[in-house]
């Protein structure tokens, strides 16, 4: 599913990656460790197609509406609805049968009853619910996970391991994180990140 | 046909962000109204049709810019680009979205801005208004996608009007001749050819501009 090699990435003249060599095969689980300013956003967001490496080359075998990316923001507008903003995305991604998708994520995520208050008034954690609903909105065939877990409350994150272990095998991760032993069960492969 | 659905989505969202925020089309309106009764007040005597004139397009065109520069502020201030970007959709789908709902508040602002001008100087007439609505695309269309360009720097605020004024000067030629003109025909299709020439520049490029 995603290939890489030699992979850098300079911003202007500070290296932010140097020579990554990665191979997640289809259905694998790719936990990403490292301290801060290793590289591991920098590393998501090359693999998610947000940004171009400056050295190596990467191959994923995912269009771009096969990708799911969770990044560090939630990429939902706050004066929008949790309906509002997942009707958005709905469409943009040409989900079939939109309203049944979207109602039964808000439902699992615990949202269902706050689905008609605009986001801003959302918690810190509701809102990392939200992301993740948006993440998996169209059933990605690749999840680009940062930092999944911030935010979130015991019970969200519980939420979230069942979705993941549900998920594990029918789908490729790439999972950043700080706490690895709560994805271990789950992880295929490990790269850890220095600075 | 998923083209226009996308189109009408980005664009919805953006009138429905407007909607709730109020911060971009009040402010268009109470500047472009302060700004013809300060003319009104500062303007010595009787000025002349031509001079008026002038000082109608300088207001449409800073009430524009001040549309333009708040077009992209929710997916800056929020960090959306990235999911907007992400979708599979067209890119140049998230320009004419954010054209049209710009289109939208500019179209809103000059339905004051021209009565208020034919209330302290001189009658409007249809020429002009069909300038008005020939350079309200153009103004739009390409200050929408410098404002996409300068979103992501620092110097935004000085970046827009740097890189949309000079661009903007053939709509203001334009503009001014089709609404003084006794033959304005030729400066409408000037304004329709700037329009059609920089739609299709900025809707083939748009993707590069929001690609890193």
């Given at each position: 599913m995603l290939s890489a090699r030699r992979l850098g990435k300079r911003y202007g003249e500070k290296?932010?990656?140097?020579r990554i060599d990665l191979d997640l095969p289809r259905g694998g689980f790719l936990v990403v460790t490292g301290p801060n300013g290793a590289g591991k956003t920098t590393l998501l967001r090359i693999c998610a197609g947000l940004a171009q490496p400056t050295e190596g080359t990467i191959e994923r075998a995912a269009t771009r509406a096969q990708v799911g990316y969770l990044g560090h923001e939630p990429l939902v507008y706050r004066e929008l609805t949790a309906l509002e903003n997942l009707e958005l995305y709905g469409r943009l991604y040409r989900i079939p049968e939109r309203r049944e998708r979207v109602g039964m994520l808000l439902e699992r995520f615990g949202l269902w009853e706050a689905r008609?208050?605009?986001?801003?008034?959302?918690s810190r954690g509701m809102t990392q619910r939200l992301a993740l609903c948006r993440v998996l909105l169209h059933e990605p065939e690749l999840l680009v996970l940062d930092?999944?877990?911030?935010?979130?409350?015991e019970a969200g994150a519980e939420l979230l391991d069942a979705q993941l272990a549900e998920l594990r095998g029918e789908r490729t991760f790439l999972v950043s994180t700080h706490d690895p032993a709560r994805v271990e069960p789950l992880a295929s492969d490990r790269l850890a990140l220095a600075t | 046909m998923s083209y226009v659905r996308d189109v009408g989505a980005l664009a919805r969202k953006d009138l429905l962000l407007e909607l709730r925020a109020r911060d971009t089309l009040p402010a268009m309106l109470l500047f472009v109204a302060a700004v013809f009764v300060i003319f009104h007040f500062a303007l010595p005597g009787t000025p002349s049709r031509l001079e008026t004139t002038g000082f109608l397009w300088v207001a449409i065109l800073f009430t524009a810019l001040l549309g333009l520069g708040r077009a992209f502020v929710p997916e800056r201030e929020q960090r959306t680009f990235d999911g907007l970007v992400l979708a599979p959709c067209d890119r140049s789908a998230i320009w004419l979205a954010k054209s049209l709902a710009t289109l939208t508040f500019l179209v809103a602002a000059e339905v004051v801005a021209l009565p208020l001008y034919a209330l302290f100087f001189h009658p409007i007439h249809g020429a002009m208004v069909a300038a008005v609505l020939l350079a309200d695309v153009g103004i739009c269309g390409v200050g929408t996608f410098l404002g996409a360009m300068a979103v992501v720097t620092r110097a935004r605020d000085l970046l827009l009007p740097l890189l949309f004024l000079p661009l903007a000067m053939p709509i203001v030629v334009g503009a001014v001749g089709a609404s003084v003109s006794a033959s304005p025909g030729r400066y409408l299709g000037f304004l329709a050819l700037y329009d059609l020439l920089f739609a299709l520049v900025c809707w083939a490029t748009f993707e590069y501009v929001v690609a890193e």
């Open positions: 290296r932010v990656l140097r008609r208050e605009r986001v801003g008034s959302y930092e999944p877990y911030s935010a979130l409350d | -």
